[in-house]
């Protein structure tokens, strides 16, 4: 078993939720969380979703990364006039602690279909949108935790072919660049859909790992050729360490697939969808250790948060089977 799902799963539910009234009483969900260790405090930030289906952002807490107390309040980034049109929800942020501050990458849906924004703060509860990263429709993006080259680089995925999902979707992952994390230019794609099989359709996850022997990168994978069903999945690549654009291994099969009624069963039955990654141990180079635990803070069914561990050294296995 490549990774470990928590006893506790699923770690937080629309039980877990505390009433932030008027906003939010009795909420219906919460999913997709990004994750991050300061000090020695894990964090989440948290997709709350209400009975109106409207999306809010909470933060939670934790001294062993398994048992979250959520924060009665609600993390409200300024800036958000600056996106243009209606903005209707903003979710799924990924975090990365990156030169001293902390990112999240977040969807914004408005009228005009999705967009990729950038949040930056001093600590989670005091973000701001630094800017909109994505002129076209894109949802899914993900900041690496350093520069590279000089340059600052993310995953992206761009839309297209929305066809039977009804919503914006992908079927490639590509590297894109930036000197100032505003302006943002396409690299070179780096990840294509596999259709046919478990990973169809495919967008980033958590923030890239780097390891001494490349990047190594979550994402998730869609099957839709079941037609009943589009199962989402987790599964992992990695990258060259210099040049990011050349792809090294990608696994065969997926580490994560709904297996347990939590997963199965849902507001979106069938997902498990991972966000957040928090690495225990790094060597002094900065590279995390293939010992290292691993933790992935994922999205179950599109209703609560659960947890999965495994190692550095098993998922650098998985991306090469
Ligand atoms: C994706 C995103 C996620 C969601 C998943 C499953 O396209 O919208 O936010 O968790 O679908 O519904």
């Known amino acids: 078993m490549i990774l470990e799902r928590s006893a506790r799963n699923p770690i937080l539910t629309r039980a877990s939720i505390p009433d932030c009234p008027p906003e939010i009483i009795d909420a219906s969900a919460v999913f997709n969380p990004?994750?991050?260790?300061?000090?020695?405090?894990?964090?989440?930030l948290l997709r709350v979703q209400t009975r109106g289906r409207q999306t809010h952002l909470m933060r939670a807490c934790s001294r062993d990364g398994e048992r979250f107390e959520v924060l009665p309040e609600l993390i409200r980034p300024r800036g958000l006039e600056r996106v243009r049109g209606r903005l209707h929800h903003l979710y799924d942020p990924r975090l990365s602690w990156l030169e001293g501050q902390i990112y999240a990458v977040?969807?914004?849906?408005?009228?005009?279909?999705?967009?990729?924004?950038?949040?930056?703060?001093?600590?989670?509860?005091?973000?701001?949108l630094l800017a909109v990263i994505s002129d076209a429709d894109a949802r899914n993006a993900v900041l690496f935790p350093q520069r590279v080259g000089?340059?600052?680089?993310?995953?992206?995925?761009?839309?297209r072919g929305a066809a039977s999902?009804?919503?914006?979707?992908?079927?490639?992952?590509?590297?894109?660049?930036?000197?100032?994390?505003?302006?943002?230019?396409?690299?070179?794609?780096?990840?294509?859909?596999?259709?046919?099989?478990?990973?169809?359709r495919i967008g980033p996850g958590p923030p890239p790992i780097r390891t001494r022997e490349g990047w190594l990168c979550i994402y998730h994978g869609v099957a839709h050729h079941l037609s009943?069903?589009?199962?989402?999945?987790?599964?992992?690549?990695?990258?060259?360490?210099?040049d990011p654009a050349q792809l090294l291994a990608r696994g065969r099969d997926?580490?994560?697939e709904p297996r347990e009624p939590y997963e199965m069963v849902g507001q979106v039955p069938n997902v498990v969808f991972p966000s957040g990654v928090i690495v225990e141990k790094s060597d002094g180079g900065g590279f995390a250790r293939p010992e290292s635990l691993v933790r992935i803070y994922y999205g179950a069914a599109d209703s609560s948060v659960a947890l999965a561990t495994t190692t550095i050294a098993a998922l650098l296995d998985a991306a090469r089977r």
């Open 34 to 44: 990004g994750a991050i260790k300061l000090g020695e405090e894990y964090w989440l």
């Open 106 to 128: 977040v969807a914004l849906d408005v009228d005009a279909g999705c967009r990729v924004g950038l949040l930056r703060g001093a600590d989670l509860a005091s973000f701001e």
């Open 150 to 159: 000089g340059r600052y680089l993310r995953l992206d995925r761009p839309h």
């Open 165 to 200: 999902v009804g919503v914006g979707s992908g079927d490639e992952i590509w590297l894109s660049e930036s000197d100032d994390l505003l302006h943002w230019r396409p690299v070179q794609r780096v990840l294509e859909g596999r259709w046919h099989y478990w990973d169809e």
């Open 228 to 242: 009943a069903a589009h199962i989402y999945q987790a599964g992992v690549f990695l990258l060259d360490l210099e």
């Open 254 to 256: 997926n580490i994560l």
